[in-house]
């Protein structure tokens, strides 16, 4: 059972924008701005895509962005394309550890 | 470019010992804080250890505190995880992952290998 909560899956259609959440608590999401957000395609390393609640790193395309709302992070992918379709997993940094995971959404693009 | 590359994985019996190594490359290797994170099925993505720049200061999960330690040879740029007792639930793909230098936030991961306890 992971630190963060994520829904196991979430899908949408080329063009669209979809919102993964990522609730915590006031130890972690709620306390700290240190949330990331990566990408992982099967078989492969995971890869940073928003980091520091909503910040995008060099490389990294502007239809992806980060929120938090007091617990809960969010991460928005528009303009959904069939390269996004990958496992999305959030981290936070937390009181008792330096970092807590999520448990990943599979992002199915239709 | 930042490249992570993970290796010493293996199938393994319960009581027994393994050595990851990560090899690092592409960025200053001595001054960056690292990490292990494992992946298993049934538990998601888990932090097991880190690591600061020198090896001075180290911290560990409870469910591997005693058992593992992490160390680093910054003149070979590379990360170490020893194993010991290793138990079933020790199965996962271990990750070494780099730390920004704003703190406690990954910014590149290695591909994993993948550690197997079993009899």
């Known amino acids: 059972q992971s630190a963060l909560t994520q829904p196991a899956s979430v899908s949408g259609s080329p063009g669209q924008s979809i919102t993964i959440s990522c609730t915590g608590t006031?130890?972690?999401?709620?306390?700290?701005?240190?949330v990331s957000w990566f990408q992982q395609h099967p078989g492969k390393a995971p890869k940073l895509i928003i980091s520091?609640?909503?910040k995008r790193p060099s490389g990294i395309s502007d239809r992806f962005s980060g929120s938090k709302s007091g617990n809960t992070a969010s991460l928005t992918i528009s303009g959904l394309q069939a390269e996004d379709e990958a496992d999305y997993f959030c981290s936070s940094y937390t009181t008792s550890r330096p970092v807590v995971f999520g448990g990943g959404t599979k992002l199915t693009v239709l | 470019e930042v490249h992570l590359v993970e290796s010493g994985g293996g199938l393994v019996q319960p009581g027994g010992s393994l050595r990851l190594s990560c090899a690092a490359s592409g960025f200053a290797f001595s001054y960056s804080w690292m990490y292990w994170v494992r992946q298993s099925p049934g538990r998601g993505l888990v932090w097991v250890s880190h690591?600061?720049?020198?090896?001075?200061?180290?911290t560990y999960a409870d469910s591997v505190k005693g058992r593992f330690t992490i160390s680093r040879d910054n003149a070979k740029n590379t990360l170490y995880l020893q194993m010991s007792s290793l138990r079933a639930e020790d199965t996962a793909v271990y990750y070494c992952?780099?730390?920004?230098?704003?703190?406690?936030?990954?910014?590149?991961w290695g591909q994993g290998t993948l550690v197997t306890v079993s009899s």
């Open positions: 006031s130890s972690d999401v709620g306390r700290y701005n240190y």
């Open positions: 520091d609640v909503n």
């Open positions: 992952a780099r730390v920004t230098t704003s703190g406690w936030q990954i910014d590149y």
């Open positions: 690591i600061n720049s020198d090896g001075s200061a180290t």
